[in-house]
């Protein structure tokens, strides 16, 4: 994990923008694949190896998280993103483990219970797919409130009582002769 945050981080780098949430889709079907493949592992070198792969991906999921938040919500409320997303997180790594335990007690084996825990990450991971398209959409939605705001702008100044001849300054001047 330690490395994958260098190696990651470094790549991450290079990235722009709201981009790098297609480096934590990779990151999040890569930790779900090793879930899923601990089962498979039939000799101590297989586990290993499985693990150092899932090490890797936790290492990038883990540094980048904070970049993509940043990017998405700004700065001002970039802490209030990841103490969401680490709240949302410890729902499943609080009741995941008593789940795995009923698993093995009625199959006989935790295979099951590793499979199971491979399939929320990939979810997540074509759930995340969607957010560089929602953050586009969300931008172009702001782009378009501000141009309208200065249209509006621009047509208040035209009716300003510092313009000679404009209907509100000749109310202003009726109101004055009266």
Not at 93 to 104: D, E, F, H, N, Y
């Amino acid at each position: 994990s330690g490395v994958g945050r260098l190696v990651f981080g470094r790549v991450a780098d290079y990235i722009p923008g709201v981009k790098k949430v297609y480096l934590q889709v990779i990151s999040f079907f890569f930790i779900g694949l090793m879930s899923m493949m601990i089962p498979l592992c039939h000799n101590f070198g297989g586990l290993i190896a499985v693990c150092l792969f899932m090490g890797l991906f936790d290492g990038c999921f883990i540094c980048i998280m904070a970049p993509i938040a940043f990017e998405l919500v700004g700065p001002q409320n970039v802490s209030q993103a990841i103490g969401f997303l680490l709240g949302f997180m410890s729902i499943p790594m609080t009741v995941g483990p008593p789940i795995a335990g009923l698993l093995r007690d009625s199959l006989e084996s935790y295979d099951v219970a590793f499979y199971l825990a491979g399939v929320p990450p990939i979810i997540g991971g074509i759930i995340l797919c969607l957010i560089p398209w929602v953050h586009e959409r969300t931008i172009q939605g702001k782009t378009k409130a501000v141009d309208g705001e200065k249209e509006e702008r621009n047509m208040d100044y035209a009716a300003s009582p510092l313009k000679p001849g404009t209907a509100e300054n000749d109310k202003k001047d009726d109101v004055s002769v009266i």
